[in-house]
């Protein structure tokens, strides 16, 4: 499975679909697809398909995002 990226300016927004990406992707028993819902690909997605040019580059030697908050 390749990596999945979530986009995370708005890190609510960036939370809440991670956990729905999490939750559409697997099977259990008394899944409501209407509350899951689907994953916004704006949001997150494979990184192949969602990042834009030069976003790869953003994290530096120590890991660290561009924001400075290492998350």
Do not use: C, H, Q
Request: a negative charge.
């Amino acid at each position: 499975m390749p990596w999945t990226v979530v986009k995370s300016n708005d890190k609510k927004r960036a939370r809440v679909e991670a956990m729905r990406s999490v939750l559409a992707r697997f099977d259990y028993s008394d899944k409501d697809e209407e509350v899951v819902g689907t994953p916004d690909p704006r949001i997150v997605g494979a990184a192949a398909g969602l990042l834009e040019e030069g976003e790869d580059d953003a994290n530096d030697a120590t890991g660290e995002s561009s924001d400075g908050d290492g998350r």
